[in-house]
């Protein structure tokens, strides 16, 4: 049932139409409103209590952030995740996960390093606990700490700016429990040429870790294809 993935925090600080915003925002990004599924204004407008203009607002900024699709005589709809999409946004990523630790090796300082090995730690717990959106917020944090450490402000803009298309991935990524252990290994790997400070070994494994989840991604895609 849709009123089950949709949650309205109606206490937010907020005008209803940022809530509403980023109440199907999030619903997206979780993957609780799955690929595909079509959005009617009349059908979410019920759910969530409110009136159909909030949730027609929210849907135009969806489309604009590219996570909603317009379809002709069907309306609007959730964004596929096309294999393109993921090879455009990924190559991307290799490129920046590369500079990144390049510049952490050389610009790291201690406590950021402590600062990853305890996230590592979390995500072994939350991994042990099944807990998947837990994963993917350790994952996002474990990265996070090395393009903050570069303390260079454009690179953050840019990685900030596919924020929202990378976490989708990772969701995908991590809903299939078995792909978590290649991930420990391949932070655990990341963590140790930083540390070492060599650079061209640390562009290497930032950019292998990147491709497998490039490559696991369009299989999970493909497979899905050949149930449907």
Same mark, same amino acid.
């Given at each position: 049932m849709i009123d089950d993935r949709l949650k309205v &925090? *109606?206490?937010?600080? %907020? @005008? *209803? !139409? &940022? +809530? +509403?915003?980023?109440?199907? =925002?999030?619903?997206?990004? !979780?993957?609780? %409103?799955? @690929?595909?599924? !079509?959005l009617m204004e009349k059908q979410l407008a019920e759910t969530m209590g409110v009136s159909r203009t909030p949730i027609r607002e929210a849907i135009r900024k969806l489309e604009l952030e590219g996570l909603v699709v317009m379809i002709p005589r069907k309306g609007a709809q959730v964004a596929e995740i096309t294999e393109k999409d993921i090879q455009d946004v990924l190559e991307v990523r290799a490129a920046l996960e590369a500079l990144a630790v390049r510049l952490a090796c050389e610009k790291m300082k201690e406590e950021e390093l402590e600062d990853l090995r305890r996230v590592m730690e979390e995500f072994r717990q939350a991994a042990k606990e099944e807990d998947v959106y837990g994963m993917v917020e350790k994952d996002v944090e474990f990265h996070d700490i090395i393009f903050k450490s570069t303390k260079n402000g454009k690179l953050m803009q840019i990685v900030n700016n596919l924020r929202e298309?990378?976490? !989708?991935? =990772? +969701?995908?990524?991590?809903?299939r429990f078995n792909y978590y252990k290649v991930i420990q /290994?391949?932070? /655990?790997e990341i963590l140790r040429v930083i540390e070492e400070k060599r650079v061209e070994e640390a562009e290497r494994v930032a950019?292998?870790?990147?491709?497998?989840?490039?490559?696991? +991604?369009?299989? *999970?895609?493909?497979? /899905?294809?050949k149930d449907e």
């Open positions: &925090d *109606l206490n937010q600080y %907020l @005008p *209803l !139409r &940022d +809530v +509403v915003f980023n109440t199907l =925002r999030e619903a997206i990004l !979780r993957g609780d %409103l799955n @690929p595909g599924e !079509r298309q990378i976490y !989708r991935f =990772r +969701v995908a990524y991590l809903k /290994e391949e932070h /655990e950019t292998i870790h990147i491709q497998n989840q490039e490559k696991a +991604v369009i299989q *999970l895609i493909q497979e /899905e294809e």
